[in-house]
């Protein structure tokens, strides 16, 4: 099946530095990729759609000069979480999807986010 | 606005029963698809059995059978013969039907399976 990796799979920061997550597909391209939050106990929460060579579309509520979403290639896409908070600690999971057929989407393995 | 529901927050199981997790979802789209992910405490999604709302028969995928029922807007997962290793959050998820297909997420349902 196809794979999508998340770059790092666990990263601790200091409050108001920023981090960046990568999510690759490694053997398909992407031309949808998505972005979700999780906290502890509860369900995945999408905060954004990125299509490779445009700007995403950020779900209502989610601040995109806080998150920014890059998708440079059809195998890339980046979420840099800016001057980061302790509120912003949580567990994120991206999600790419072959074009075309709705039932073929994958999950990257998820990076834990904690801000100190 | 769509719409998914998962009503059981969690549920014991024992080892080699049969476990049934409910999910209901509301959408005027008539072409739609439904999943079911397993989520272990490592994190991450497995996928376990897709629906799509044209397809004539019920979705089966190993020990995984999905209980689809149109006309009442219901898509329970039927996991038969549990094993410990079964024990993980469940996630029952519609996709959006936009021309990006995102997916909306039910709340989840905890299985734990007891020897």
């Known amino acids: 099946g196809a794979v999508v990796s998340q770059h790092p799979s666990w990263v601790i920061c200091k409050s108001g530095t920023s981090v960046k997550i990568e999510c690759r597909s490694l053997d398909f391209q992407a031309t949808t990729m998505f972005w979700y939050r999780q906290f502890p106990k509860q369900s995945l929460m999408l905060m954004a759609t990125?299509?490779?060579?445009?700007?995403?579309?950020?779900e209502q509520g989610v601040e995109k000069d806080k998150f920014l979403i890059n998708h440079a290639s059809l195998t890339l896409s980046t979420l840099t979480v800016t001057s980061a908070h302790p509120e912003d600690s949580s567990f994120y999971i991206c999600?790419?999807?072959?074009?075309?057929?709705?039932?073929?989407?994958?999950f990257g393995p998820g990076t834990r986010l904690t801000v100190t | 606005a769509q719409k998914i529901t998962q009503t059981q927050p969690g549920m014991f199981v024992q080892e080699k029963e049969a476990v049934t997790l409910d999910c209901t979802y509301d959408?005027?789209?008539?072409?739609?698809?439904l999943f079911w992910y397993k989520q272990p405490s490592s994190g991450e999604m497995i996928f376990l059995i897709y629906q799509g709302s044209y397809d004539q028969q019920n979705a089966t995928e190993g020990r995984y059978s999905l209980n689809f029922q149109k006309a009442r807007k219901s898509a329970n997962l039927v996991i038969s013969a549990s094993q410990l290793g079964d024990s993980a959050m469940y996630f029952c998820a519609m996709i959006i039907t936009d021309s990006w297909g995102k997916l909306q997420f039910g709340a989840g349902t905890q299985v734990v399976v007891t020897p």
């Open positions: 999600s790419a999807r072959i074009a075309g057929a709705w039932r073929e989407q994958y």
């Open positions: 990125s299509n490779e060579g445009s700007k995403a579309t950020y």
């Open positions: 959408t005027s789209d008539p072409s739609y698809g």
